[in-house]
């Protein structure tokens, strides 16, 4: 019974990558047909360069050159282009090799043909490591398409962390028919540290490996993630229940929407207030200890997450295969497919010991807990329960979560607008 279940389990993971991937091929074609963008005040449709090489000096070299006439487009030849991590050329403190200025678009020659390659593991020196990192707090629109980014897989060094794309204050970004593998920190970190937007979205995109297994005495625990959302900075979503799935005027948010998923300790995450809504997106694990394919914190948590349509598959007989892992915010999860998980929406409970739980409207904060927090309609596929509370008798049901429709609930906009833009 085990090995026809885990036959069908592979043969459900392999169909819904090839259909995915054959998605990309059709999107990738169409929107390399286009090479030309209305003017729409943010970006500069007439400055285009196409980089010397893919080598990060001349990527660098040529974004420099774009950014100074006003903004326009970069594009990457095809080829594999070595990203040396002892070399930084970005003009800045910035942790990355190279820096992307809001209003400069960089634009590859599409997955598997303009490749990004880390060939080294980042030196001790260097506790974080970018492969490219954008400034958006101009609050020009920055858009990345058609790039594989592929992080070193010969790690020694256990404290080593590497990202592939690191968006700081952005407004209205998109990252778009990308692959990402192989990161030990996260693929994609969407953030906002001092001022700026953060908003955008991340669509069509393949992600794979972004984990890293620790060695004794740690044990099997694991690192990394496919997307993480945080905001240290916001101030402003004291009126959360007026834009719940509408989002007018808000401006601190992650949309991430039809990517493929696999090998990840967490897909998405979040932390210090980020809020992220993912849907139409799969995500297969068949690693241990994943502890969340989708992932909200507790302790310095995050304001929370709409999850839904989305299929999770995992592989049987592993504890730590949940699908979602709500430990704070305030969260929508609903009409998700979960495979082989050891279980569907669980909730958990973490405290920092601060005596603070919920939301806090004096700080516009949220700490450490779930709160009005919705599921319904996931369903469950040869695996364990579709829902568990495991905060140990720390949630009540119909006070802090429900098991129905959130009442008035209408989901943003699908697809995002933001994917109807052309790609330079």
């Known amino acids: 019974m085990r090995v026809s279940a885990r036959k069908k389990t592979i043969i459900l993971t392999i169909s819904v990558l090839l259909c995915f991937l054959l998605g990309l091929s059709v999107v990738w074609s169409a929107i390399t047909a286009s090479v030309t ?14 980089a010397k090489s893919g080598s990060p000096t001349d990527v660098q070299a040529a974004i420099n050159t774009v950014h100074s006439m006003g903004g326009g487009t970069v594009y990457i030849p095809a080829g594999t282009w070595d990203w040396d991590t002892f070399t930084q050329v970005a003009p800045n403190s910035y942790s990355a090799t190279v820096l992307i200025y809001g209003g400069v678009s960089l634009i590859g020659a599409g997955i598997g043909q303009t490749i990004l390659k880390q060939t ?15 400034d958006g707090r101009n609050g020009f ?15 020694t060094n256990e404290t080593a962390e590497s990202c592939g794309v690191d968006m700081d204050g952005a407004t209205d970004y998109r990252i778009t028919n990308c ?55 916001c101030t402003h979503w004291s009126n959360f229940a007026t834009i719940l799935g509408q989002y007018a005027g808000a401006s601190d948010i992650a949309y991430i929407e039809n990517n493929h998923f696999t090998q990840m300790r967490h897909a998405v995450d979040e932390s210090q207030n980020g809020y992220y809504v993912f849907r139409f997106n799969t995500v297969t694990n068949e690693i241990p200890e994943n502890f969340g394919s989708i992932d909200v914190h507790g302790v310095n948590g995050g304001r929370g997450c709409e999850a839904y349509n989305n299929t999770i598959i995992a592989t049987p007989g592993y504890n730590g295969a949940q699908a979602v892992w709500l430990r704070g915010g305030w969260d929508t999860v609903f009409n998700n497919t979960f495979v082989n998980c050891s279980s569907g929406v669980s909730l958990y409970f973490e405290s920092a010991g601060d005596g603070h739980t919920g939301y806090n409207t004096t700080n516009d904060e949220f700490y450490d807990a779930v709160w009005d927090t919705y599921i319904w309609g996931n369903t469950m596929i040869g695996g364990g329960t579709v829902f568990s509370d495991n905060s140990g008798g720390v949630y009540t049901q119909n006070v802090d979560y429900f098991l129905y429709a959130r009442q008035s609930y209408t989901p943003y906009t699908y697809p995002n607008p933001l994917t109807l833009q052309p790609i330079p």
Do not use: C
Not at 142 to 153: E, H, P, V, W
Not at 192 to 207: A, K, L, P
């Open 37 to 50: 963008i209305s003017s729409t005040g943010q970006i500069s449709s007439s400055s285009i360069i196409t």
């Open 120 to 134: 080294q593991s980042v030196p001790a020196t260097r506790a974080q490591f970018d492969m490219l990192a954008v």
């Open 141 to 155: 629109q920055t858009q990345i398409a058609g790039i594989s980014f592929q992080g070193y897989t010969g790690y």
């Open 179 to 233: 692959s990402f593998d192989s990161f030990t920190n996260m693929a994609i970190n969407a953030e906002n540290v001092g001022s700026g937007v953060n908003r955008g979205v991340i669509d069509h995109n393949v992600f794979s490996n972004s984990y890293k297994e620790n060695t004794p005495p740690s044990g099997g625990w694991m690192w990394g993630y496919g997307v993480i959302v945080w905001d240290v900075t």
